[in-house]
């Protein structure tokens, strides 16, 4: 069976950092993207960031994000962590992990991309 379990969320201050986890089980995912997404209270599921697959070195960013959070992925543990950096309040927001099953890469940024979802974690960034 597989899973994707998120870790890290937490409440914090405007213009601190944290680091968000998410641990795979029951597949490797080396070969397939990986990203996070977000849900805030009221709004859509919107794209946060990905990165390729282990060989592609890849990240991307939503613009909103870029310059402030970091993607990667540790393929000896199967996960991939989102550093959260100058947080705002416009962060807070249930954070997901996902994970395809095509290496297709070509709606990197849509939810239908992907096949896997973790049960998120909460991230409140107060002012």
């Known amino acids: 069976q597989v899973r994707l379990v998120e870790s890290g969320g937490g409440s914090v201050q405007a213009g601190d950092s944290l680091t968000l986890s998410c641990a795979a089980s029951?597949?490797?995912?080396?070969?397939?993207?990986m990203a996070w997404f977000r849900q805030g209270p009221g709004k859509a599921r919107e794209f946060v960031a990905a990165?390729?697959?282990?060989?592609?070195?890849?990240?991307y960013y939503s613009d909103s994000v870029k310059g402030r959070f970091t993607i990667s992925r540790d393929n000896a543990k199967n996960s991939i962590f989102l550093q959260i950096n100058t947080s705002t309040p416009e962060d807070t927001a249930t954070y997901y992990c996902?994970?395809?099953?095509?290496?297709?890469?070509?709606?990197?940024?849509?939810?239908?991309?992907?096949?896997?979802w973790g049960q998120g974690t909460q991230v409140t960034v107060s002012s």
């Open positions: 029951g597949r490797t995912f080396d070969p397939y993207n």
């Open positions: 990165i390729g697959s282990i060989w592609s070195g890849l990240t």
């Open positions: 996902a994970a395809p099953r095509s290496a297709n890469t070509e709606a990197i940024q849509s939810p239908e991309h992907y096949f896997y």
